[in-house]
């Protein structure tokens, strides 16, 4: 068994890393005005290199920015799209006993990826300070959809939700293809979606807003295939499939049978980062619609929620499981989540983060060699 020298890595990360004490000050500084935007990206800049540099010390081989530069995981990158933008609400997401920000999205006008999205920027900057491969995150689009609310788009730009699909996986392409331009080769869709389709209650919450339930699965895969249409050869596309992450609390429960054929079988991404830190993920049986061959599941058996360490046997035994329904080649290790979807970040300290990655470096070199 062998290392991996293409992405997915065996010791990889989901994407998001704990805020800094400069970044958390500069960004609070900056939302009252006290400092311009220029001297927050200043901070921004400085502690980026410094957690890239962590990153390789400790042996990753993908390195990302943590996210430094954006207060969600997903809105951000949504709100920078042409024709979305994220406005204020009476309410947040919903999360277990907590809410997050009172924000939505808005549809005004017609949805694109423009050339000069401020990701691109924020990606150059990663690759220019890094030897190894360089990874970047965005929502998947089938997030923004799953979290348009009734009324949310302007019928001047389209008749219904379920109207903005073509023109979301057109917007999707443009953002590979200058993201591919950029110099990116690992890039990796983030997705919510998948996992609310495999609970009954996200479920029903969705029927309520409206939502097509029955036919979502077919819808999405369609238009991340039609995305993943302009994904050149030697670029990785992957997708980290989500049960909520803020302040170490989650939305959904539910194992991934209820999509595992749809999402594992029939969606073209090159690897899927899977949440394997507890029961609510149910088992590895529906790692068996995994097809035999060149795609990768990465088991995410390393909790980001805390800051208790995991025994190496424990996950070991875990992986050994998984090799029951996947082939231990077709098999890499990472965290189940980021340490910081959001801007506030988990309930664990920064040296904790560091010690569960370089526990993952070290047993990915036990399991599959140095």
């Not at 965005?138 to 389209?158: C, N, Q, W």
């Not at 970040?345 to 070199?365: F, H, P, R, T």
């Amino acid at each position: 068994m062998t290392q991996r020298t293409k992405p997915p890595f065996r010791a990889d990360q989901v994407g998001s890393i704990l805020r800094t004490a400069p970044v958390k000050e500069a960004r609070a500084k900056r939302e009252k005005g006290e400092i311009t935007a220029a001297q927050l990206k200043e901070v921004e800049d400085r502690e980026i290199i410094k957690i890239i540099k962590k990153q390789e010390e400790i042996g990753l081989q993908s390195i990302t920015d943590g996210e430094f530069r954006r207060a969600w995981w997903h809105f951000d990158f949504f709100g920078m799209l042409d024709g979305v933008s994220v406005v204020d609400s009476d309410h947040g997401i919903q999360f277990q006993g907590m809410q997050t920000k009172m924000k939505v999205l808005r549809v005004g006008s017609k949805i694109g990826f423009s050339a000069n999205h401020p990701m691109l920027e924020h990606f150059k900057f990663l690759k220019q300070h890094t030897t190894r491969t360089p990874k970047m995150t965005i929502p998947s689009p089938t997030v923004m959809h799953f979290r348009l609310e009734p009324g949310s788009v302007s019928k001047d730009a389209y008749a219904d939700r379920d109207a903005i699909f073509d023109d979301l996986a057109i917007a999707y392409q443009n953002a590979v293809k200058a993201f591919y331009a950029a110099g990116c080769r690992y890039l990796q869709f983030d997705d919510t979606a998948w996992a609310y389709l495999c609970s009954q209650e996200e479920l029903k919450k969705a029927r309520e807003r409206g939502l097509d339930v029955d036919h979502l699965q077919d819808t999405y895969t369609k238009c991340i295939n039609k995305a993943l249409e302009a994904k050149p050869a030697d670029m990785t596309i992957t997708t980290h499939v989500c049960r909520g992450n803020f302040r170490s609390t989650f939305i959904s429960s539910g194992g991934y049978e209820p999509v595992a054929e749809s999402l594992l079988s029939k969606c073209n991404y090159d690897g899927y980062f899977l949440e394997y830190d507890t029961d609510r993920a149910g088992g590895f049986e529906p790692l068996r619609f995994l097809p035999k061959g060149n795609k990768i599941v990465v088991l995410g058996l390393v909790t980001s929620k805390s800051g208790t360490l995991e025994k190496k046997a424990d996950v070991k035994k875990r992986i050994d499981e998984a090799t029951k329904f996947v082939a231990l080649d077709q098999l890499c290790l990472s965290p189940q989540c980021g340490f910081a979807s959001t801007e506030e970040g988990n309930v664990l300290a920064e040296e904790e983060q560091w010690a569960k990655l370089k526990m993952i470096v070290d047993l990915s070199q036990e399991v599959w060699g140095k």
